[in-house]
């Protein structure tokens, strides 16, 4: 069996897309490869490129993999699910990979 790591943003201490402190996204890219790893989450919905052309290229430039997307909300209160609903389907890891 193997077992393969990846990466996410919130590792290197982006929380919100908006966070004026957070690394610069193609930098983190750059530190992912740097650090070994190959292949990275989403993180927050604007961190990286949300133009699926766009996140491709800079994925596929850097060798990385998406396995995973990431959709940060209150799951509780069900009233927020339909705002949900579109940046879960949108960033699916398979469109991304195929």
Request: glycine share 6%; proline share 8%; hydrophobic share 45%.
């Amino acid at each position: 069996m193997s077992i393969q790591i990846g990466a996410a943003p919130d590792a290197w201490g982006v929380w919100s897309a908006s966070d004026i402190n957070n690394i610069p996204w193609r930098r983190f890219l750059d530190e992912v490869v740097e650090a070994g790893y190959e292949g990275v989450e989403l993180g927050p919905y604007g961190y990286l490129p949300t133009e699926l052309t766009s996140l491709r290229a800079e994925l596929n430039k850097r060798s990385l993999k998406l396995p995973a997307a990431f959709v940060m909300a209150n799951l509780e209160e069900t009233s927020v699910w339909p705002e949900l609903e579109w940046p879960a389907r949108s960033f699916v890891p398979a469109r991304l990979l195929v």
